[in-house]
């Protein structure tokens, strides 16, 4: 009698155990760092503080365009560390949902793209119930930007007309930027807020600020970058 109440009691502890789920979750992640740091992968950011925003909410995310959207607007608003809890999802699916959610935004966002320095994620879970954790590190901060995009605003005010072609705004804009911004011998500032409030940059910062202010006045502009031989954009 005691062996068949010991049986019947294990029984229903496994019963327990396996309606519970697994004891350990499954976990994966991903690193990116941008081809622009690849020879100087052990650099730190000359400024710190342009890490410190973080966003402690956990963006709920059914499927892979709300995983993008999350992704996106943190990325854009210059978030160090955000969280996803992604639902409805397999978990041998949400790699390649990650990692295609990120090469989209980059794709379609020049200047955002080239604005991360490095970016990573991590996650873990069962399937339907999947957390991941998002780091990235960026070449200014969301303030910074801000103050970007109103002093590109105010500058293009000043040397463009609605009477100027394509043509012409390129070139008041190229000729801006060689009478204000100085190349930085020092290899330290990268970013269109250094070209912009420091006058100094090396050819990172260049094509940001080229960029913003082509964008800006209404023309379609890509950022093209090379490192076969040099790393340069």
């Not at 990573?120 to 103050?147: A, F, H, K, P, R």
């Not at 109103?150 to 000729?175: C, F, Y």
């Amino acid at each position: 009698m005691k062996t068949c109440k010991q049986l019947l009691f294990f029984g229903i502890l496994i019963c327990l155990c396996l309606a519970a789920g697994p004891s350990f979750a499954a976990e994966d992640a991903f690193q990116w760092l941008n081809p622009a740091y690849e020879d100087v992968s052990g650099e730190k950011s000359p400024h710190p503080d342009r890490r410190l925003k973080k966003n402690e909410i956990s963006s709920e995310c059914a499927s892979y365009d709300e995983i993008k959207t999350a992704i996106r607007e943190n990325l854009q608003k210059r978030v160090n560390s955000f969280a996803l809890h992604v639902t409805e999802t397999n978990f041998d699916d949400v790699d390649d949902m990650l990692e295609r959610a990120f090469d989209e935004i980059g794709n379609e966002d020049d200047y955002l793209y080239w604005n991360i320095r490095r970016y990573s994620m991590n996650w873990d879970g069962w399937d339907g119930d999947i957390d991941v954790e998002c780091t990235g590190e960026y070449l200014s901060s969301y303030d910074e930007e801000q103050q970007v995009s109103q002093k590109v605003a105010r500058v293009l005010s000043e040397i463009t007309g609605p009477d100027m072609n394509d043509e012409e705004k390129s070139r008041a804009i190229h000729d801006w930027i060689v009478r204000n911004v100085a190349y930085d011998l020092t290899d330290t500032e990268r970013s269109a807020y250094s070209a912009l409030y420091l006058g100094t940059s090396v050819c990172h910062g260049y094509a940001l600020l080229t960029y913003k202010m082509l964008e800006q006045a209404g023309m379609e502009t890509r950022i093209i970058a090379g490192s076969e031989e040099m790393n340069h954009v």
